[in-house]
C-alpha cells in the first residue's frame, strides 16, 4: 500500500476534539526492517487518539476489518515487521501486540526524554518545533505543532507540548509524516483486530518469554511447516515455500538455511537496543 500524499487543512477538524470520540491521525511510515536496503519499505499506520486510550496500528487491518462487517468476511491479516499497540491517554506505558503462532501482547513502561529547540519551520499553514530525544538505542528527531494540543505522536512518541507532525532516526532509516486527520462520531471500534486477533484474546507474556519464542521460532524455522509435509495423507497435497513446490524432506536444509539468514538480515527494529541476538552460522 501507497502512503496517503496529500496534506490535508488538519486545523479544519481540530476544533471537533471535545465531541469527537475518536481522533484519527494518519501517518506516512517509511522503514527498513534490512538495515542494509537501498529502499524504505512504505505503510500508512493509524494513530487513534479516543477518550480513554492511544491506539496505532497499520491502517490496512482497518480497511480489512471494515470489509470483514459489510461483506461477512472473514479474513486476518497481521504483520509483524509493522507496529502495533495500544496505551492509557497520558500513559508511558504501552502494550504492544504480536502474533507468532499464537496472539500475545507484551506490556512496557517507555518515558521518552525530549529536548525542546528554538529551531522552527513551517509547514502548510503550522509552525513546526524541533525537539530531540535518544530512546531504544537511536537518536530521533521531531517536528511537532503546538497549535495542534494533542501531545501524542506515532509508535511510542509522546510527552511533547503539541502533536507529532514528523519524526526520523539519525540513521535515516524510519520516517513517520502526518499526512490526514480524521474525526469520528463514536469511539472506533477495534475489537476484532486489536483486543482479539482471529478470535483470539493476547495471552500476557514479558519481553524475555517473546524473545526466548523468537529464538526458538529461529531454530527450527519451518517445524509447523515440515511436521504438516511429513503427515500428509494427500497425495494430491501441494506444498509450497517461497513460490517453490516442496516435494523432498532434503529441501527443509537449505530452506531453513534460507529462513534463518532472513530472520538475520529483516532484524533492525525500530527500537535497535531490542534487536534479538541470532546466532551466527557455524
Same mark, same amino acid.
Not at 530525544?133 to 537518536?139: A, D, E, P, V
Not at 528527531?141 to 506515532?154: L, N, R, Y
Given at each position: 500500500?501507497?502512503p496517503?500524499?496529500?496534506?490535508i487543512?488538519i486545523?479544519?477538524?481540530?476544533?471537533?476534539?471535545a465531541?469527537?470520540?475518536t481522533?484519527?491521525f494518519i501517518y506516512?511510515?517509511?522503514?527498513?526492517?534490512d538495515?542494509? /536496503?537501498k529502499?524504505?519499505?512504505e505503510e500508512?499506520? !493509524?494513530l487513534? !487518539?479516543?477518550?480513554?486510550d492511544v491506539?496505532?496500528?497499520?491502517y490496512?487491518?482497518?480497511?480489512?476489518?471494515s470489509?470483514?462487517k459489510?461483506r461477512?468476511?472473514k479474513?486476518?491479516?497481521?504483520d509483524?515487521?509493522?507496529p502495533?499497540?495500544?496505551?492509557?491517554?497520558?500513559?508511558n +506505558?504501552? !502494550?504492544?501486540y504480536?502474533?507468532s503462532?499464537?496472539?500475545f501482547?507484551?506490556?512496557t513502561?517507555?518515558?521518552v526524554i525530549w529536548?525542546?529547540?528554538?529551531?522552527? =519551520?513551517? $509547514?502548510?499553514?503550522?509552525t513546526?518545533?524541533?525537539a530531540?530525544?535518544?530512546?531504544g538505542?537511536?537518536?530521533?528527531?521531531a517536528?511537532f505543532?503546538?497549535?495542534?494540543v494533542v501531545?501524542e505522536g506515532?509508535?511510542?512518541?509522546?510527552?511533547?507540548?503539541?502533536?507529532?507532525?514528523?519524526?526520523?532516526d539519525?540513521r535515516?532509516?524510519?520516517r513517520f509524516?502526518?499526512?490526514k486527520?480524521q474525526?469520528? =462520531?463514536d469511539?472506533?471500534?477495534?475489537?476484532?483486530?486489536?483486543?482479539s486477533?482471529?478470535?483470539?484474546k493476547?495471552?500476557a507474556i514479558?519481553?524475555?518469554?517473546?524473545? /526466548?519464542k523468537?529464538?526458538e521460532?529461529?531454530?527450527?524455522?519451518?517445524?509447523?511447516?515440515? +511436521?504438516?509435509?511429513k503427515?500428509?495423507?494427500?497425495?494430491s497435497?501441494?506444498?509450497m515455500?517461497?513460490?517453490?513446490?516442496?516435494t $523432498?524432506?532434503?529441501?527443509?536444509?537449505t530452506?531453513s538455511d534460507d529462513?534463518?539468514?532472513?530472520?538475520?538480515?529483516?532484524?533492525?527494529?525500530?527500537e535497535?537496543?531490542?534487536?534479538?541476538?541470532?546466532?551466527q552460522?557455524?
Amino acid at each position: 500500500m501507497k502512503p496517503f500524499k496529500l496534506l490535508i487543512p488538519i486545523l479544519l477538524t481540530f476544533s471537533f476534539l471535545a465531541t469527537a470520540q475518536t481522533h484519527r491521525f494518519i501517518y506516512a511510515f517509511q522503514f527498513k526492517s534490512d538495515s542494509l /536496503a537501498k529502499e524504505f519499505r512504505e505503510e500508512n499506520m !493509524v494513530l487513534d !487518539v479516543n477518550p480513554q486510550d492511544v491506539k496505532f496500528y497499520p491502517y490496512m487491518y482497518a480497511e480489512n476489518d471494515s470489509l470483514n462487517k459489510v461483506r461477512d468476511y472473514k479474513n486476518i491479516i497481521w504483520d509483524d515487521s509493522v507496529p502495533t499497540l495500544s496505551r492509557k491517554r497520558n500513559s508511558n +506505558e504501552n !502494550v504492544s501486540y504480536f502474533f507468532s503462532g499464537d496472539y500475545f501482547s507484551i506490556t512496557t513502561a517507555d518515558p521518552v526524554i525530549w529536548r525542546l529547540t528554538e529551531e522552527t =519551520k513551517r $509547514s502548510a499553514d503550522y509552525t513546526l518545533q524541533k525537539a530531540t530525544t535518544k530512546f531504544g538505542g537511536r537518536n530521533w528527531t521531531a517536528w511537532f505543532s503546538k497549535d495542534v494540543v494533542v501531545p501524542e505522536g506515532p509508535y511510542k512518541f509522546r510527552g511533547l507540548p503539541g502533536l507529532i507532525f514528523e519524526l526520523y532516526d539519525d540513521r535515516d532509516q524510519f520516517r513517520f509524516s502526518l499526512v490526514k486527520s480524521q474525526k469520528f =462520531k463514536d469511539t472506533y471500534d477495534t475489537s476484532g483486530f486489536l483486543e482479539s486477533f482471529a478470535g483470539k484474546k493476547p495471552l500476557a507474556i514479558s519481553e524475555k518469554v517473546w524473545v /526466548a519464542k523468537q529464538l526458538e521460532q529461529y531454530n527450527n524455522p519451518l517445524r509447523q511447516f515440515k +511436521e504438516a509435509f511429513k503427515n500428509n495423507t494427500d497425495p494430491s497435497a501441494k506444498f509450497m515455500y517461497g513460490g517453490t513446490q516442496v516435494t $523432498s524432506l532434503d529441501q527443509f536444509k537449505t530452506m531453513s538455511d534460507d529462513a534463518q539468514a532472513r530472520m538475520r538480515r529483516e532484524n533492525n527494529p525500530i527500537e535497535l537496543s531490542k534487536a534479538i541476538r541470532y546466532p551466527q552460522p557455524k
